[in-house]
């Protein structure tokens, strides 16, 4: 989740990192 959006940078604009993260 966090890590993952850290590692986009922009966890809500990248739908991918979102996905994970959900």
């Keep these: 989740g966090t ?7 922009r966890g809500s604009s990248d739908v991918r990192s979102v996905a994970i993260d959900t």
């Design 3 to 9: 890590e993952t959006k850290a590692a986009a940078g």
